[in-house]
């Protein structure tokens, strides 16, 4: 019996990328839609305007949009709500006892909850129990799309030598911009460069979910101090962000030797073995001009992320070119990997006990 | 009386935004088009797949390409030479007498070569006299379309606070690989993270541009010695070069103050009095999101490069945004202010001194 | 002494077109702006999201955008308004005297109201006297940016061969649509096979532009009757309407016959003269691919219409591509052009009327 | 056991799409892979630029690629050769008893050879008779890229009502004039309306598709004599052709009539049998705006057309939208269910033959 999972935002999107991979996964099932006043109560198929390649699922189609507000019979609600209202509907789901796997930035930050990359920092998971919602209501949340890829590329780079400071440049797509998002006029054959925000959390989300678990009496998780200095830029691609990268190290190595511990790079073994989880997280290509986005994004169904060109900085010790998709390892994919980890480690029963205890 | 010019490589990218540029030109003529023995002895009208958006001008039509073998009456050639080629034709025209004024990568370096930025290095022009070519001939180039922006958007930083180290990563247009240049299906809604060779020009040419002339028994440039680590990006825009720079400085100084300097840039009076000088070689853009790429390539007719997010760096010591029009002010454009600066300093007499010993 | 024009819906797309165009204009200059209520009362500059790739005129810049109220200062408005607000705005000011050149659809099917193309129907400005409005007030529109291309080509054929019906298909460009407009993922490597409203503005308007003005008491215009059939597509290019029209004539010719008419067409004389008119309002290619939306959109300042292909139909008569320039000769270039007629023709003058009248 | 095929211009663009389409084939192996001499010798992986955008596989990168002569190992070969070639190279095959299925344009309109969709002309396979090739090697083609969706639109609509004339303009992909194909700076926001040939194409070949197998002496099929008029056209989109069409009916029905014979439309059940095969090869969208190239193109896997705003026509009497994958329908797919067709009708059995006569 699959467990039930909510959508809060199911509209925009990222919601529909939520649907989209959803579909025919072996442990969910989507029983409850929710977004905004302006959708609730009309059919999915009318109150969105479906944006994804493949069609419109049936049953989704029909299901009747509810208000953003807790339900009792989910094991789960996925959060691809807009930071200006996941804030407090997060937390009112959490409150209500409902786990919420949130890829909104609001409570990224928040000491208590875990910013999650199962490959990464999995035993930050132990955060939750600083969480003091009733009933084993919690929030998990991922990184922002552009951070995940640089931060699953720094992960072993860090373990083997140390980072001492971080120079990126990023070359992101238009989807990051959510649904309208960026204007045509504004993209076609255009770059910005300028993307609100998108520094900052380049600067300081690494820098958590890196950072040790520390397990005291409560554990804890310190941020690290290294320096990351981003510049955001948005070109006209449609999927998957690029990333110039520049690594100083605490311990010398050549770029060889960086290479290699990327290339050898491997999540743990309960990682691997989640239904989304791909064969490699991490991939290293060997082609002087990979990887590139249109042609790379798409490896491991969106969830690998691609590194090339390992070679020495002239002002740093190393440089390499960081691929990773931008809507599904970086928002809804890598959403999805977060609540099987969870179900994995049997942190979802919210419903089974709420049925348990209605049932008593 | 204008001067007569001849242009090697017409048929090209290059050469067909020479043509385009010389037109209505106050001091230059366009009198000698030669290209490959492919088009040589076609009418230019027929040899040339002309791609500039301005109709090709009737009387440039019917001109005959010639073969790219040096004509006695001529004050100047152009030249939009491959690389390929360029090494020999650009000497055996110098050996003839005739000034070279280069686009092409090959002489670039030589000690006795000015490679000249008007608004930056104009002294540079000093190391002719090592050229050793009879009758006045010799060759002047301008820099690498990524580097010509850098290299101006340094200037006054290097001036003002002395550069110790330079990152930068490039979003480079379509153009820049000429005609036909990518493939669409490359090119189209991607990202190729590299551009053969590039690194390596905007690595070093800014420091040979930005060295000062050592004017001892004979002229000489040593060229700098900071790190420039450089990532090339090809984007699918059509026209600019969009740079994220980061910089270390010798001296502290904060944001604000590169700012400044950055915006009270000026050229010298005698630079700013040629016909293709832009009113503003440097423009600081205040807009949180400029400059971009499509909206201010054209600034000063493709002649102004513009700088904005002018800002702290977390790794160096400040970063900016710097866009160049790659085809004018990075190839052509930039190559006709060169000769416009010769032509000032009355070093453009080939054809006049030929025609005074013809006895004429 | 320049003739004083405001614009309605300045800050709009077209607006800013308007604005763009008119700078430098030997006849008229701007000296009123106007737009919703949501930035009146602020300046031009920080009310308007300024996309044009020149700079915004600082003296533009600074002016207080005023509400679509009429003034008296004015010898004319152009108006950019929104079709959801244009019907009543552009009425209370023709009611207060003023003459209203529009661009919006509202009125353009009116009896009373020319539908203006001046090199193809000049003698319809005979209509105005049918409008009531109190004061030498009126309005004078100009066509759909899809129709004008289609009816500046079947111009000349009409009037040697007669036409019976039409097939188009246009390819048009993301301009069209204003700003923000298409969403750059609804936009970019896609085609979009609609366009809310357009087929029918096709459909309908050549047939009233090209009809006959019948003089007997009252000036009086009957619509063609000829069928013309539409299909409508929105393409991922950012200015140019590309069209792929068929044609059924009354008097049969061959291709060749309706290549000449179309290449010999030149509008009248006095048309010729107006400062926006292009030499020629119409240029045959003969390229075998040609006309391309990028490289020839400009011909004219963006007010040449460009033909080519022009060749046996297997279905209809005769067949050929046309292309015209939607945000110029389509939009705030056609109105400019339309307001130069009507200057030429001295019917603007309430401004000076005005100031007789109050005695100075 | 799996038959033994091989691949005929194996590096082209077709090429590769034939690859990508044959891994994991139920029926079908790939055995052979054979391009230029400048392949020729080399492994694949090398003498191959890999535009798919999965991974190259291993066990192809690793083959050497072969000439383009018959070899006796194969029970069939497919051609994605280019048409300078594909004549005498196919006859070569054939002649060698291989039986080839090709996508070139060389013998589609000869006589004696089948141009085949299965679902809509299959009964044409016996035109094979006539072919005298030794030991039962011949020749099947699959249409131009932008005749099978028209076609396949048609098929119907003639069942039903006959078809008396077709006017038709194409949007066509880039990925359409293969690798590299199309130049960027040709290709970035820009329409090119012309296509070398492809016009001819599209008013012959469903002529000849749609027309009935005459079965007297020997089978024969005439093709049917209505006009078709098309206009090609190249937009900047990767896959898909999209295609406003305009039909004239021999028997009156209005446009909900035409629908519902689309919509209804099913290939024969060997045919739906058939592994390639999708569940519809026709799908009729009834949003406002579909079919959109990049959202619908993908429609079962590529192998299905979709149709959109089936309408009246004010010149013709129907008029709709038609968008089928040019790469995948219109060549390598198309090519496959051809063949598979072949093998379902017990017609590839060279190499068992081969086999058991040296068996003997």
Chains 1, 2, 3, 4 share one sequence.
Not at 6 to 15: F, N, S
Not at 155 to 183: C, M, N, R, W
Not at 323 to 328: A, I
Request: hydrophobic share 45%.
């Amino acid at each position: 019996m699959k467990l039930h999972v909510g959508i809060l935002g199911a509209t925009g999107a990222v919601g529909q990328k939520f649907i989209r991979l959803l579909q025919d996964h072996p442990w969910f099932e989507i029983s409850f839609l929710a977004a905004s006043n302006r959708s609730a109560g009309r059919p999915y198929g009318e109150a969105a305007n479906w944006i994804e390649s493949i069609p419109l699922p049936a049953k989704i189609a029909s299901m009747i949009v509810q208000d953003c507000t807790p339900v009792a019979d989910l094991d789960l609600v996925f959060s691809g709500l807009d930071a200006s209202v996941a804030g407090d509907v997060e937390m009112a789901f959490a409150q209500a006892g409902i786990p919420v796997v949130s890829n909104a930035k609001n409570h990224r930050m928040d000491p208590s909850v875990p910013l999650l990359i199962p490959e990464v920092n999995p035993n930050h998971l132990a955060l939750i129990e600083r969480q003091k919602f009733s009933e084993g209501g919690f929030i998990v949340t991922n990184p922002n799309c552009a951070s995940v890829g640089l931060t699953l590329a720094l992960k072993p780079i860090h373990d083997a030598f140390g980072v001492e400071a971080v120079s990126v440049t990023t070359l992101q797509a238009l989807s990051g911009a959510g649904y309208p998002g960026v204007a045509s006029l504004d993209a076609l054959a255009n770059v910005i460069p300028f993307i609100g925000g998108e520094e900052d959390k380049l600067a300081t989300e690494p820098l958590k979910i890196l950072a040790p678990l520390e397990t005291g009496s409560t554990p804890e998780v310190s941020t690290l101090q290294f320096p990351i200095s981003a510049q955001c830029t948005r070109v006209p691609v449609l999927q998957g962000h690029l990333e110039c990268v520049s690594v100083k190290l605490s311990s010398p190595a050549d770029s060889e030797a960086v290479r290699k511990v990327l290339e050898s790079f491997e999540a743990p073994a309960e990682i691997r073995r989640l239904p989304s989880s791909p064969e490699r997280c991490l991939q290293v290509l060997d082609e002087p001009d990979a990887p590139q986005t249109r042609r790379h994004v798409g490896a491991g169904d969106g969830m690998t992320v691609s590194i090339g060109r390992v070679r020495p900085c002239e002002v740093l010790d190393v440089k390499f070119v960081v691929l990773s998709h931008n809507t599904v390892r970086g928002a809804a994919g890598g959403a999805i990997l977060n609540a099987e980890l969870l179900a994995a480690k049997g942190l979802l029963h919210h419903r089974a006990a709420t049925l348990a205890a209605q049932g008593s």
